[in-house]
């Protein structure tokens, strides 16, 4: 069974950091598409980043140059670090595991991140 457990959400000041992790368990994550989501409040999900088995991470425009998507296999956890937090960054963020990236079969429970400026 699959389980995805999120950390490292709270709140930060516009310009901050945050690093988020997600520790995985049931699934060798270095064989997966990983992915992280975010949602705000009436607003839709959207995919932040993704990194697959191979090939390079995707960034969703808004957080190229400021957000980095990394694993460690050996731990079986993927992260996410964030810099300079804009209060746009606001949001529920999971992570989600995929034998293809954008066909994702596994989700966290969630982590929030609050931004405030």
């Known amino acids: 069974q699959v389980q995805l457990v999120e950390s490292g959400g709270g709140s930060a000041q516009a310009g901050g950091s945050l690093r988020l992790s997600c520790a995985a368990s049931g699934v060798t994550i270095r064989l997966y598409c990983m992915a992280w989501f975010r949602q705000a409040p009436g607003k839709e999900r959207e995919e932040v980043a993704t990194i697959g088995s191979v090939g390079s991470p995707y960034y969703k425009d808004s957080v190229k140059g400021r957000f980095t998507i990394s694993r460690d296999n050996a731990k079986n956890t993927l992260y996410l670090q964030m810099n300079s937090l804009k209060p746009e960054d606001t949001a529920m963020y999971y992570c989600?595991?995929?034998?293809?990236?954008?066909?994702?079969?596994?989700w966290g429970q969630g982590t929030q991140v609050t931004v405030s400026s």
């Open positions: 989600a595991a995929g034998s293809y990236c954008r066909s994702y079969s596994a």
